[in-house]
């Protein structure tokens, strides 16, 4: 008798898997908002020079020409004076007592003062705004969004069973 044996050869089934697992692939890049301001503070100007000057407190130059206007209104009444007295002179000859009068007006009369009470300053400061600004640029931000599909990649091999008889 014959002895067969039978030999056999397999060759396993392989089933692999690449990838994360994962359906999908998310990047995304992000670009933040700017905003971009330049601003400029409001500027107030108070001038109390005119208050001041009321009160006597001027600068050297509005006390020069205060000076120089207030002694040509002196000088100027000084001299009409004179000349009123000098043409009333002339009329002495009409019988005019015009020196015992410019004598008694020179002495007392042209000394007299009336004095009235007043409150200083009597005008008003003056008062300027120079309008501040607002300068400003905006510049939007946006979301990239890369997504992709990375799908599981699935192989599979077919196993094999080989049988053969010597």
């Known amino acids: 008798m014959k002895l ?3 030999g056999i050869n397999t060759t396993p089934s392989k089933l692999t898997m690449e990838g994360n697992g994962a359906q999908n692939k998310l ?3 992000t670009e933040k908002p700017k905003l971009n301001m330049e601003s400029k503070r409001p500027v107030l100007h108070i001038d109390q020079s005119d208050c001041w000057a009321e009160v006597g407190l001027k600068n050297v130059s509005a006390f020069r020409e205060d000076s120089i206007s207030y002694s040509q209104s002196v ?3 000084g001299v009409a004076r004179i ?3 000098g043409n009333r002179d002339m009329e002495i000859q009409n019988g005019s007592d015009s020196i015992a009068e410019q004598a ?3 002495a007392f009369a042209q000394f007299e ?3 009235t009470t007043g409150f200083v300053p009597t005008s008003r400061p003056k008062i300027s ?3 501040g600004s607002l300068n400003y640029s905006f510049q939007k931000g ?6 992709s599909d990375e799908k599981v990649r699935i192989s599979y091999q077919k196993g094999s069973i080989e049988y053969h008889t010597y």
């Open 27 to 29: 990047q995304m890049h």
């Open 142 to 147: 946006s979301v990239h969004n890369n997504t």
């Open 113 to 115: 003062q009336e004095f």
């Open 4 to 6: 067969v044996r039978v």
């Open 75 to 77: 000088y100027a009444k």
């Open 104 to 106: 008694d007006y020179n």
């Open 83 to 85: 000349i009123d007295q």
């Open 129 to 131: 705004v120079e309008p």
